[in-house]
């Protein structure tokens, strides 16, 4: 890619530092996703707006992957405040850990990821 950059005349592309942080345990947001719907509009509140009880249906009910997609396509106020809350958590608990070359990162993200112990979510 330098190479392809330095032929025609473009300085190489500059490495950005970044910091990469996420949930400690595999599908916390999909179950968050999912717990926040079942709250907000599950049982009979469903009969109040169809059209969400549908979306559900067609995102699986109450299958693992619900959770999942419905991450993507739910923009509700409470779930997003536990996203930042889950988010403000991880990040402390990020920071809290040793960085032996400090927290940036300039590598592909592979060499940043540790392998971790998954739970099943």
């Known amino acids: ?42 049982g009979v509140r469903a009969v109040r707006d169809p059209d969400l009880a549908l979306l559900s249906r067609l995102l ?10 419905l991450s993507l396509l739910f923009f509700d106020a409470e779930f997003a405040a536990e996203l930042v809350r889950l988010g403000q958590q991880d990040a402390r608990a990020w920071l809290a850990e040793a960085h032996e070359d400090g927290p940036w990162q300039v590598g592909p993200l592979s060499t940043l990821v540790r392998p971790r112990e998954w739970t099943a979510g």
């Open 60 to 69: 699986g009910g109450e299958s693992q992957a619900h959770g999942e997609l």
């Open 1 to 42: 890619m330098r190479l392809y950059r330095t032929i025609r005349g473009k300085p190489p592309y500059r490495r950005i530092p970044y910091v990469f942080v996420g949930p400690q345990q595999r599908g916390l947001v999909g179950e968050l996703a999912s717990a926040c719907f079942r709250s907000r509009y599950g």
